[in-house]
């Protein structure tokens, strides 16, 4: 029973790693390249109304519960002596994404985007200087979200590894 719920835990882990990894994604390579083709006041104004647009409780959900998760998981599987492996997968997955995604985005992103709120006017040279500080931060997001997905996978590709054997062996 454990091992199933284990199972469909990890699963969800990548679901929600997998959504933030496209949503810094689609940031780096579709938005911000979009909002630099723009006059600087017009890309600010943009990006102000795409910062209050995101607070919304879904995105807070999905940003919010995936390190929750994972730290709940790392816990569980560190515990148990038959997951031991596993769970040194998902602590490494674990720190990566705090580290790569929460704690950048908490030091770096919302700081900018804190003060990029309190601005009413922003030439097409601060824009850029502005946008490619924060899309340089936002790449870093995306490689530690895709790297914490791909570990997260592999965690989830060895329970289910597991979950075959055992009931293979009659352990299951």
Known sequence: MFDSFLRGAVLA???????????????SNTVMPG?????????MQAMQNINIAVRNP??????????????????MTLMNRRHRRTG????????????????????INVP???????????TETDWLAWSGDWTLSNHA?????????LLAVLAACRLMKQGR???AHGSG
Do not use: K, Q, W
Not at 141 to 149: D, E, Q, Y
């Open 88 to 107: 040194l997968l998902l602590l490494v997955t674990m720190l990566i994404y705090v580290v790569g995604v929460v704690a950048l985005t908490a030091s």
């Open 165 to 167: 054997d055992g009931v």
């Open 13 to 27: 882990l990548c679901l929600l790693i997998g959504v933030m990894a496209g949503f810094f994604f689609a940031f």
């Open 141 to 149: 997001r995306t490689v530690a979200s895709v790297v914490s997905l």
């Open 112 to 122: 900018m985007n804190r003060s990029l709120a309190l601005l009413s006017l922003m």
């Open 58 to 75: 879904v995105f807070f959900a999905i940003f919010a519960g995936t390190p929750i998760l994972s730290v709940a998981l790392a816990a």
């Open 35 to 43: 909002l630099d083709l723009m006059p600087g006041t017009d890309a």
